[in-house]
């Protein structure tokens, strides 16, 4: 009876997997802004309203339903299963519901990351990697259907490790044909999917490139045999991910997108990330690591894990919203390296300090490794969440736990106003288009918003010339008859328009300012038909990752 009376208790106690399920919230709601970091992106709101169309009318829609500038345009919304989820959590609890579920995905990815980073080193140097790669994915985190991809990346990379440990069964299924199946799904989720099939590649070429370079003739074999399995598995899931609304047209969209500069451009979350950024400290660490890493696989003849470092580290350069999977891949990686240079480190001609410091710091990690081996029961997580729920669905949240778009930040009052006349064709920005949808579809609809794969890079061009009152900006939105603007006070456009008698102020409350032209105050405003055969029919799609737009600077402080 003494002896179990320990036992429970310790079963009751946090492990470090427990840490690292509540490492997100730690950061959203101790060190970030909490539910403004998640919904500081207007996004959200056209993918419940997408998916409550889905609902409603029980099709996977092929063409736009939600603007006046490029009505019935083709549309590839791709993330359709994600909006129904997403539509479905806020018919059940709000937008409330909708965080709380974000919330889960983010802690579910950093308790999985952690068990992962586990296989490769002991608990302490493995927390401390995964609180580092949280850190630099906390630069995308918004409650968005690229959660998913987060999340089946790691779960992707767990089961290939798994399999490359000789574990190759996943729940008794052999993993070559259970990655397939859920490729499916992350396919119709988010279009990150690519994602999965390129790491699949890379574990196929890095067995060839052991062929290559091995100077043992016997090991040739398993190795080419391994190859054709990861190699065949990544066929296996491209084929499975033309199970979608738009097959193969999905994939051509896809490479549109890819290629065309505007992104890279024009939009925040395609730029490479400011290495002023507070998460910056954390993304450098990890590049750091990752670079010593390269030459240390490499040397070893491993290059499955030198290619996997070197590809997401690119990318994860190019662009800020690519650092969450830079940080995914190389935390396990890393940590394997560092587990092996702590390992040696006693045994090297170095420092006698240093050496007596390894030791130690090796002694410790051993018993936290044997105590936290322990089974648990998890309690801490699911007290953790259910604190974070509480707050969130409290009669009056704290600040951080208000399930709102910020009314300092989004047109809410100007809204109320626009309700008056959902006739109007209103001109605004992106993100305050995204908010539009969310607050007045189906009663109106929008000139832009943030599908830019939708609307494609010649309509995003003339939009960025009228935001910066190039000299043709009247005539561009006279081309849609667009009788009504929605701006900031700060907006170069609002500038212009309050010294043309052509426009007149009707609402100003200091976040947003509503002109009207003077034509449709007057009441003599004509019908505007649309000119040309570009100027809403446009059927031309040349960008694809629907309503990916502008992420900001998430993180205020770190």
């Not at 499955?304 to 470092?309: D, G, I, P, V």
């Not at 830079?326 to 045994?347: E, G, K």
């Not at 006349?421 to 929008?446: E, H, Q």
């Not at 004509?526 to 059927?539: M, Q």
Request: include cysteine; hydrophobic fraction near 50%.
């Amino acid at each position: 009876m003494e002896a179990q009376r320990p036992q429970f208790a310790l079963k009751c106690l946090p492990s470090l997997t427990d840490f690292a399920f509540l490492m997100p919230i730690a950061f959203l709601f101790g060190r970030m802004e909490g539910v403004q970091t998640l919904l500081s992106d207007g996004d959200t709101g056209w993918h419940i309203r997408t998916g409550d169309w889905i609902v409603a009318n029980r099709l996977i829609p092929t063409h736009d339903v939600f603007s006046f500038s490029k009505p019935d345009g083709v549309w590839y919304a791709w993330e359709w299963l994600s909006d129904v989820l997403f539509a479905g959590l806020n018919n059940l609890g709000g937008l409330r519901a909708v965080v709380l579920f974000s919330v889960l995905l983010l802690c579910v990815t950093a308790a999985v990351l952690f068990r992962l980073v586990l296989r490769h080193c002991n608990p302490v140097v493995g927390v401390v990697i995964t609180m580092i790669a949280a850190a630099c994915s906390s630069v995308h985190w918004l409650a968005r259907p690229h959660l998913f991809t987060m999340l089946f990346l790691v779960l992707f990379f767990y089961a290939l490790e798994r399999a490359r440990e000789g574990q190759t069964r996943i729940a008794g299924i052999p993993f070559y044909i259970v990655l397939p199946v859920a490729m499916v799904v992350w396919t119709n989720l988010h279009g990150g999917f690519i994602v999965g099939i390129v790491m699949l590649g890379i574990y196929g070429c890095g067995e060839l490139l052991k062929i290559a370079f091995t100077a043992d003739a016997s090991s040739r074999g398993p190795a080419a045999r391994r190859s054709a399995v990861y190699l065949g598995t990544a066929l296996a899931c491209l084929a499975a991910s033309l199970v979608n609304p738009y097959t193969y047209h999905l994939h051509v969209h896809l490479f549109q997108y890819l290629r065309d500069p505007y992104a890279s451009q024009h939009i925040m979350e395609f730029f490479s990330l400011s290495f002023h950024h507070p998460v910056a400290l954390f993304f450098e660490s990890l590049l750091l690591l990752s670079g010593i890493s390269v030459f240390w696989y490499a040397s070893q003849g491993r290059f499955t894990e030198s290619l996997l470092l070197l590809l997401f580290g690119h990318v994860g350069l190019l662009a800020a919203r690519n650092i969450p999977l830079f940080a995914i891949v190389s935390a396990p990686l890393v940590a394997a390296a560092v587990q092996d240079w702590l390992t040696r480190l006693p045994n090297l001609e170095v420092a006698g300090w240093l050496r007596t410091a390894a030791d130690r710091f090796n002694a410790i990690v051993a018993k936290t490794s044997e105590t936290d081996a322990m089974p648990r029961w998890h309690l801490i997580s699911f007290a953790g969440f259910a604190v974070v729920a509480a707050l969130l669905f409290a009669p009056h949240p704290p600040k951080g736990f208000r399930s709102e778009y910020d009314p300092k930040s989004y047109p809410a009052g100007a809204i109320e106003f626009l309700r008056h006349d959902l006739s109007a064709r209103v001109f605004t920005n992106d993100v305050w288009g995204d908010y539009l949808i969310w607050r007045l579809y189906p009663g109106s609809k929008v000139f832009v918003d943030g599908r830019s794969d939708f609307y494609g890079s010649d309509f995003e061009n003339n939009y960025i010339d009228v935001l910066n009152v190039k000299y043709d900006w009247e005539k561009i939105l006279g081309r849609f008859g667009v009788d009504t603007i929605l701006l900031p006070p700060s907006a170069p456009l609002s500038g212009a328009l309050k010294e043309t008698s052509r426009w007149r102020v009707v609402y100003d409350d200091g976040v947003a300012v509503i002109f009207r032209s003077a034509q449709k105050t007057s009441g003599k405003l004509a019908p505007v038909s649309l000119l040309g055969d570009g100027a809403g029919r446009d059927r031309r799609v040349t960008k694809t990752t629907a309503g990916d737009q502008a992420i900001t600077d998430n993180i205020k402080k770190t």
